[in-house]
């Protein structure tokens, strides 16, 4: 009896965490997205669909745009983490440790300092563009903050580590050995790359995926610090709807409906990449 | 065999706050079913201030919430008030702006818990509004106000959002006018138009919140924002529309406007007026402030007691001393804002004639300052914010949150 009841006892303290802190706020929000009235005369539930239409309609622009910068960055990422986890995971040598620390060296710096530090950077007459546009090889009204490319590149650089770190681990698990067996088959060194160690990674690639895309397009500091006029992203939207016009309903179904694209594009991606397992691949 | 009866009260007292909160934490559960009630207050009677006020001792302690730079770096105030009172003062500067302050205090306050200060500072804007609307704020008891009733100029006895001053006593006040930096517009700026000029396109800020750029809008098409129409909205947000399809706009501004008209991103900018005097004081740089022609908006930092405040008595001595001469000037000298004090402008005066080099400079600049205190020509161009109702509210942020929001 008792030990039937062992595995029940062990599931609790995590099981009421999420139960308390996730389940519980999230109905809280769901009655909320369906809630009509404003802050100092209450809200009232009333089924109030239209807080979802007119949000998407309202928003539309800013919901493409963030799963578009959503998309951009997470691919830049991929583009950037690949051969840098390759390299760690394959010419390391006994410094691995010490590589993989220096690539998340930055992140023990605030998230929101670090994207301040660029607006320095890259002022339009700061130490970068100022002397390139002295020496006339921009013109004056070239900009790169607040502008769309800025915001990618920023959330780029924020979220990096989290495509770097599950790559470098599914490349890390590939047995050498098995590249020396295909070029033992004849295979080509780009042969065994595209055949063996390519697929071996794409679970790492996966998992990054997950880790990147999400936050990425929910992401709000990167569009309010480094975005201009026509940069905002439905995190912006989602923030100033909470905080500053307190209305948490419109706020609750915009949240709703990202999370929704969010969970379908993951699945239609999952799908796509022939991925057995999602939850499996996505625990590594 | 006797009970104390502070004991009792004491004890009735918290099995209350107990009641209260299994009565939310059954409102958080119910909530999926029965919505989320209002708590709009009714309007305050008169035994209001003598209810709150009754039995409330001093307790040689309080916490004060500001915002950033509101007072010098050594808080010489608060210092000359613990040796004034003996009261010992915690004070932090956590407000980055009203509506982000509001919506953090305002579930503790809904819920009757403290929200760990007993003074605070607060814009006379809409958060202000539904301070006073969902009763949060205590009303304030003048007997206890003397140096408030002596010294403060006259406009800050009868302000519109808070007549009579029933919950709230001015900290400082502010103009929302433009800044610019004169050796890159190469002229000086005198209009409201000018943040329309296409010369300046992708060089001009303005500021993302509701109602600062929705003033901006309504003077540029001539109407004044207290008295605004919901159709005066839509002509000024048409207006801002243009602005920004036309590229002029470099990005809608918090505060760190500031930041992007020293790096030069932006060549002139709506601008706070004490953010620019402070900037050139400490940067040494020379960026202008102007109220334009068209107009300029004033509003004005209010400090207030929340509620639940644990240390009222405390609170309201301290709000009394702000209107200490010596301490209302030495609050101006470091934040150059206007302050409500008329009275400091002689004391400063005095502070500058005594003071040598590069002190004597800053602070002779400050009684002549328009910035600190303006002319009467300068307050015929202020207009002030206008007040919403809620409803109200939805359709303004609509308007002018399409603009700001890209």
Redesign the interface.
Known sequence: MRRRLVPYLLILPGGLWLAIFFVVPMVVMLSFSLMEGDVVNGFALTWHWQNYTEGISTYADQLVRSLLYGVLATAACILLAYPAAYWIAFRGGVRKTTYLFLMLLPFFVSFVLRTFSWKFLLADDGIVLGPLKSAGLLPQDFHVIATGFAVVAGLTYNYLPFMVLPIYVALERVDPTMVEAAQDLYAGRAQAFLRVVFPLSLPGVFAGVLMTFVPVSADYVNATVLGGTNNTMIGNIIQNLYLVNSDYPEAAALSFTLMAILLVGIFLYARALGTEDVLEVATR | MTTDPALLRGMTRSRRDALRLFGFAGA??G??????????AAPPKRNDVQKYWAGKTKHGHLNFANWTLYMDKARTPLKEFTKATGITVTYREVIPDD??W??KI?PQLQAGQSIGYDLMVVTNGLEFT?LT??GYLVPLDHSKLPNFAKNAGGPYKQESFDPGNVYSVPYATGLTGIAYDPKKTGREITSIQDLWDPKF??KVGMMSD?QEIGNFGMFAVGVDPEKSTPDDWKKAAAKLQEQ?DKGI????Y?NDYI?ALS???VWLTMAWSGDIFQQNLSEGSNLKFVIPQEGATIWTDNMMIPKTADNPVDAIMMMDFFYRPDIAANLAEFINYVTPVPAAKEVIAADAAKATGADKKKLSAIPTSPLVFPSDADYAKLRHYRSLT??E??DY?AVF?HIT??
């Not at chain 2, 909530?31 to 709009?40: E, P, S």
């Open positions: 958080g559960l909530l999926a079913a029965c919505g989320v009630k209002g708590q709009k509506p982000q509001f919506g305002a539904k609307e969902l396109k992708g509701p920004k706009v470099r990005k809608y918090e930041d790096r030069g991103d809620p409803a509210e939805k942020n949150q929001a890209g």
